[in-house]
């Protein structure tokens, strides 16, 4: 799937805030990413559930777990606001 950083930033940002719709991080964690960074990002976000568990079962990770997406979604936002090189 071709995503722009911004995009995944948004995604990511989304879910972790609540505002997301239903479907969206299902489909965002369910297929994978053209760009080979940010499917690194993606996998990451697959893998904190089980870097930081839940403590309440409904819960998707630990609220250190959302930090760290939190992180990543910053990082992607900034990323795509800096001019190109092409």
Same mark, same amino acid.
Do not use: H
């Given at each position: 799937?071709?995503? #722009? ?5 948004? #995604? ?5 805030? @609540? #505002? @997301? ?49 939190? @992180? ?15």
């Amino acid at each position: 799937m071709k995503r #722009t950083r911004q995009q995944v930033a948004e #995604t990511i940002e989304a879910f972790v805030n @609540g #505002t @997301g719709r239903q479907w969206d991080w299902d489909g965002f964690i369910s297929i994978r990413l053209d760009d080979p960074d940010l499917e690194a990002v993606r996998q990451k976000c697959i893998s904190v559930r089980d870097e930081y568990p839940p403590s309440k079962l409904t819960d998707y990770c630990s609220e250190a777990g959302m930090e760290v997406m939190r @992180g990543l979604a910053q990082s992607l936002g900034a990323s795509s606001k800096q001019p190109s090189a092409a």
